[in-house]
T-cell receptor, first 116, second 115 residues
Framework: AQTVTQSQPEMSVQEAETVTLSCTYD???????LFWYKQPPSRQMILVIR??????QNATENRFSVNFQKAAKSFSLKISDSQLGDAAMYFC?????????????FGQGTTLQVKP | GAVVSQHPSRVICKSGTSVKIECRSL??????MFWYRQFPKQSLMLMAT?????????EQGVEKDKFLINHASLTLSTLTVTSAHPEDSSFYIC???????????FGDGTRLSIL
């Protein structure tokens, strides 16, 4: 079975600085997708960024980028120029490419605090 | 973009009441929807996979008779918490989406409080 681990329950960053959130996963599959979701206090789940396992190039979305290390099964999220609105709980998630159901397996989450 | 609507957003009711939560895909058809449960400051735990026109697939440890799922159409799945008790109080959230690589889209969640 696949597992996703986020070892940082809480992180803090100064506004305008850069922070990296860690995520590791375990799988025997070669075809899969990885995601970072943001959950602000409103508890909406917001897709931040996604990575296809077959792509070697790291995904980027504006201030958000990932460091995808497939051999190490690591998928960290880097937030540059942190803003107060980035404060939220962040979840790393895994989705099998083999299954057509598309269910997500989530990590434990990391609460990010942004200090003004 | 694709939108998933979840209703109601907040429910407060007495112990023993059954509560129904709806999850609708507004602009796409979803043969599969997912129901998650989330306790405060914890992760989303998958409860079940809702399959249109067939029985739901429940995760290990989830009581099928307690959490009834119906997926009667391609745009609607319902979760009914039967004879709810205080320990069923939680945040329930649904998601739907196409097959990979299409992403999942989440409803805004339902905060259930059983008194």
């Amino acid at each position: 079975a696949q597992t996703v681990t986020q070892s940082q329950p809480e992180m803090s960053v100064q506004e305008a600085e850069t922070v990296t959130l860690s995520c590791t996963y375990d799988t025997s599959e070669s075809d899969y997708y990885l995601f970072w979701y943001k959950q602000p206090p409103s508890r909406q789940m917001i897709l931040v960024i996604r990575q296809e396992a077959y792509k070697q190039q790291n995904a980027t979305e504006n201030r958000f980028s990932v460091n995808f290390q497939k051999a190490a099964k690591s998928f960290s999220l880097k937030i540059s120029d942190s803003q107060l609105g980035d404060a939220a709980m962040y979840f790393c998630a895994y989705r099998s490419g083999a299954s057509n159901t598309g269910k997500l397996i989530f990590g434990q989450g990391t609460t990010l605090q942004v200090k003004p | 973009g694709a939108v998933v609507s979840q209703h109601p957003s907040r429910v407060i009711c007495k112990s023993g009441t059954s509560v129904k939560i709806e999850c609708r895909s507004l602009d796409f058809q979803a043969t599969t929807m997912f129901w998650y449960r989330q306790f405060p400051k914890q992760s989303l735990m998958l409860m079940a996979t809702s399959n249109e026109g067939s029985k739901a697939t429940y995760e290990q440890g989830v009581e099928k008779d307690k959490f009834l799922i119906n997926h009667a159409s391609l745009t609607l799945s319902t979760l009914t918490v039967t004879s709810a008790h205080p320990e069923d109080s939680s945040f329930y959230i649904c998601s739907a989406g196409g097959q990979p690589p299409a992403p999942q889209h989440f409803g805004d969640g339902t905060r259930l409080s059983i008194l």
